[in-house]
């Protein structure tokens, strides 16, 4: 079986749990006894990734590492015409990647304790962004 659907979200800059919207979109997870959910972002400037989900501080302190790691206003990046924070966003999502690929073991996304799956919004007015969600499995 396979199930797909698509999302369409909106966060301001930062890491953002969504993990209850993933699985809120795809009521058909609980007829799954085990298989695969894949959520891709149809993005270049925003990224997914696994990580912390108890503890907010956590996505903040993301938010600041990257911003760190990956400056602003780096008077090397050729490509700026889009706006500062563009190019940065750019080698964020490239860092992160755009998607993640979670087991489903008896009707349930397959994360540990403390995972969530993040979006990570690169940018500081990034508008709306569509994720494609599959699941497929028994």
């Known amino acids: 079986m396979f199930f797909q659907q698509i999302i369409t979200l909106q966060r301001k800059r930062g ?23 894949q959520v891709f972002i ?24 990257f911003s760190k790691t990956v400056p602003e206003n780096d008077p090397d990046y050729e490509h700026d015409y889009e706006g500062s924070d563009d190019m940065p966003a750019h080698l964020k999502a490239a860092l992160l990647g755009s998607s993640v690929l979670i087991p489903i073991h008896n009707g349930r996304l397959a994360l540990g304790t403390w995972q969530g799956i993040y979006f990570c919004e690169h940018r500081n007015y990034g508008g709306h962004r569509n994720m494609i969600i599959t699941i497929w499995g028994e």
């Open 42 to 65: 149809q993005h270049t400037s925003a990224s997914l990734t696994i990580n912390e989900n108890a503890d907010h501080t956590v996505r903040k302190d993301f938010e600041m590492y």
């Open 15 to 37: 890491f953002h749990l969504i993990t209850d919207e993933i699985t809120s979109a795809m009521p058909q997870l609980k007829d799954f006894n085990k298989g695969m959910c």
